[in-house]
């Protein structure tokens, strides 16, 4: 529809180009044609009028003048008639002119200076006279002028008429010609280019192939014929990289999405991996009466992203999309992405109700701020967590509803949504391996006993086969938790519950990003100074510098301190002042909760008044950015940072000091990292602070910026070395090879 839709409009275009083209060329010529015929009429009739007034003109009678020039005045189109004497100053002129004209116009004073005739339009208030001017002689020398005024206004009314038929003409030949070319261009080309289109995908995305059924012409038998070659070709490509890897996978190298998809093939026995997150990957909104397929914010998506890619399995995730439910079948699945479609994302409908008590509620309300120390009480109410049990048991019905007709499945559900989930799923089926990973804090037990539900959450999660954490310290927080609140063996030695039969294993897997391999091509790297001076001109900016903070808005994140670290600067060294800006991309988050929607007012508030001091004409400290990014627009301000600012106040791992680590192909620009961030145990080679300290904030921010670029280069060159080395891929290898080595129970697992 949208290349029709292009054609469509180009084609009318085209068209209507055309037809004001000629309409232009045609009213122009019209014009022309009026002002000869005009020009013309009034040469003859001044020339008639100079032969009749020249006589009485010499002997001075003004009586037979004004006879003259009564008489000539009843001619078609003529306005009227004056004489001037050669100071311009009429002597006769009839009653209907303008009084304005009784001082000769320009063309009249140029005939009595040329002596002959000239013709000129004049404008006379609205209307459009034209205007002819004559010499008249007295004893042989000239000692006045004739001025002879035409009405024109006629010719503006013709040429109007003729631009309205020509424009109707044209608008009757674009109604009749636009349906029958589309129709024309339908059969031959759009609906066979649709059939070739489809069988394309089928080849790319490795599913049996069919021979597309095209019309028999001389352009499609050739397209067929180098098509069939294509087809081939895709498939010993694909068969020489299974094998590349296979090779791959013997010895000691980087992980790859290859590597990764043929390792989990033959570990997983062919059999499919199925995700469920609250966050969707794609999500489709409606937006000023057109679709929008968006990528929404989130760390999760970004990291699970490629291992779904890598593996064609099922990704389950809560549909809340406006548009969603237009783009999914009867059976709530589609294939995404969108452009190539890899893997099968089935969604989930939640009512209104269930979203606020089950999201907004009790896990963003209250498990999000219990796990993070970011001193916001949690709050947890009965209604919420009533709907949390129903929505974990409406996401199981659907994992298993997918899992149906699957032997021994493989499960991995997402962060702190879900629980619940994995006692759900297990104890309907118990051959499936099933693994939770939780991307947030695990807090001290003390902390997590404050959840009046702590027992459930723990018995919910101790139904997976495997638990991971981004870190070590989590880990601990966790069995002790354990201790506290469920019956159960610790096995502290090998990291392992067991409970009821059922043992658990508990492993630290910190997440990454996915690194580019091979050099950078030419449409996503131009250069940090070429990125710098196109960003400034897009934002409306004058400054020399950026450092550059990624983040949704919660209060965990610290950006509120970050921007208070940066003011510092700029108080202690007013150098960088008119030459450094932070630019803060803030996507909007959780807008539905208070806290959330204070902290977003807080942050707009915060970053005026800085800006409001320190500001001065194109420049400003902040650039707050308060809307989603796109990550190949988040990539265009890491390139061009000088630094990048990650001050959360407590996170699992925050993948964006990640990815802009991967983004640096330059092996430039200055990672500050905060210590309270999972990433800070890995990236070591970053400037790690304490975001609660503003001073030491300040001063690793002008350390970053004063930093000598062979400094930089060797720090950045570890630190890609580091997230090459341990990036999503060995994260999913390494989680999943462990999943797969469980040893799956055959006996239906029963919580207590």
């Not at 009485?56 to 008639?81: N, S």
């Not at 695990?442 to 997590?448: G, K, L, M, S, T």
């Not at 960003?535 to 900016?541: A, H, I, K, R, V």
Request: aromatic letters at 8%.
């Amino acid at each position: 529809m949208p290349t029709t839709l292009k054609f469509t409009v180009l084609l009318i275009v085209s068209m209507a180009i055309a037809s004001l083209s000629f309409a232009f060329y045609q009213t122009q010529r019209e014009r022309r044609a009026l002002n000869a015929d005009l020009s013309s009429r009034a040469e003859v009739l001044g020339t008639s009028l100079q032969e009749a007034i020249q006589p009485p003109f010499e002997r001075g009678t003004d009586g037979a003048i004004d006879r003259l020039l009564a008489r000539f005045t009843q001619r078609q189109y003529v306005k009227g008639i004056a004489v001037y004497d050669p100071a311009g100053v009429a002597l006769n002129i009839t009653p209907n002119l303008d009084p304005a004209l009784a001082f000769r116009p320009a063309a009249v004073t140029q005939a009595a200076q040329t002596g002959g005739g000239v013709g000129a339009f004049l404008p006379a208030g609205s209307a459009l006279l034209y205007v002819y001017g004559l010499p008249l002689h007295r004893s042989g020398s000239i000692a006045g002028s004739l001025g002879i005024f035409l009405d024109a206004d006629y010719i503006e009314a013709r040429v109007s008429r003729t631009l309205r038929d020509s424009l109707v003409n044209a608008g009757v030949q674009v109604l009749l010609t636009v349906p029958l070319v589309l129709l024309l261009v339908r059969w031959n080309f759009t609906d066979p280019l649709a059939r070739v289109t489809l069988w394309l995908r089928t080849l790319r995305t490795g599913q049996p192939d069919a021979t597309p059924a095209l019309p028999p012409s001389e352009v499609f038998n050739e397209l067929h014929h180098e098509m069939t070659h294509l087809a081939h070709d895709l498939g010993a490509a694909r068969a020489s990289a299974e094998s590349e890897a296979r090779l791959r996978e013997s010895q000691v190298s980087l992980w790859t999405a290859e590597r990764l998809r043929v390792s989990l093939r033959r570990k997983l026995q062919d059999q499919p991996l199925f995700v469920v997150s609250n966050r969707e990957p794609y999500m489709h909104t409606y937006e000023d009466r057109t679709t929008q397929v968006i990528v929404p914010a989130s760390g999760l998506v970004t990291a699970l992203e490629p291992v779904m890619l890598a593996c064609n399995g099922t990704w389950i995730a809560h549909g809340s999309g406006n548009a969603d439910r237009a783009f999914s079948d009867e059976h709530s699945r589609l294939r995404v992405p969108p452009d190539h479609p890899r893997y099968t994302l089935r969604r989930v409908w939640l009512t209104a109700e269930e979203e606020n008590g089950y999201y907004y509620g009790f896990s963003n309300e209250g498990l999000w701020p219990l796990c993070h120390i970011a001193h916001t009480r949690p709050v947890f109410r009965p209604e919420d967590w009533a709907l949390y049990q129903a929505a974990n048991r409406l996401f199981a019905d659907a994992v298993l509803e997918e899992m149906s007709g699957t032997h021994s499945p493989v499960l991995l559900a997402q962060d702190y949504h879900f629980a619940l989930l994995p006692r759900l799923v297990k104890t309907v089926r118990p051959d499936a391996r099933v693994a939770i990973f939780w991307h947030v804090p695990w807090p001290n037990a003390e902390v997590f006993g404050i959840c009046p539900w702590a027992r459930e959450l723990v018995d919910g999660m101790l139904g997976a086969d495997l638990i991971g954490f981004h870190t070590q310290s989590h880990c601990n927080n966790f069995l002790e938790t354990v201790d506290r609140n469920v019956e159960a063996l610790t096995e502290w030695d090998r990291f392992a519950v067991n409970r009821v039969g059922h043992v658990t294993n508990v492993r630290p897997y910190p997440i990454s990003v996915a690194f580019p391999e091979g050099p950078p091509s030419a449409d996503r790297w131009r250069g940090a100074g070429a990125e710098h001076a196109s960003l400034c001109d897009e934002l409306g900016l004058d400054s020399p510098v950026f450092v550059v903070g990624v983040d949704r808005v919660d209060y965990t994140k610290g950006i509120l301190e970050r921007f208070h670290g940066f003011e510092r600067l700029l108080d202690e060294c007013p150098w960088f002042q008119r030459h450094v800006t932070l630019v803060q991309i803030a996507a909007p988050s959780r807008t539905r909760i208070d806290r959330y929607q204070r902290f977003l007012d807080e942050v707009a508030a915060e970053a005026a008044r800085i800006n409001a001091r320190f500001g001065n004409g194109r420049w400003k400290p902040i650039s707050l950015l308060n809307r989603h990014h796109s990550h190949e627009e988040i990539a265009r301000y890491f390139r061009a940072a000088a630094a990048c600012l990650v001050t959360s106040l407590h996170d699992g791992m925050n993948l964006v000091a990640k990815e802009f680590v991967a983004a640096r192909d330059d092996n430039r620009g200055v990672l500050i990292l905060s210590t309270f961030a999972g990433a800070a145990l890995e990236l070591t080679d970053a400037l790690l602070v304490n975001p609660y300290d503003i001073q030491q904030l300040a001063g690793a921010i002008r350390r970053a910026l004063e930093m000598p670029d062979e400094e930089q280069a060797e720090r950045m060159r570890r630190l890609r070395q580091n997230v090459r080395e341990h990036n999503i891929y060995r994260w999913a290898a390494d989680l999943l090879t462990d999943l797969a080595d469980v040893r799956v129970e055959h006996t239906a697992q029963v919580g207590v």
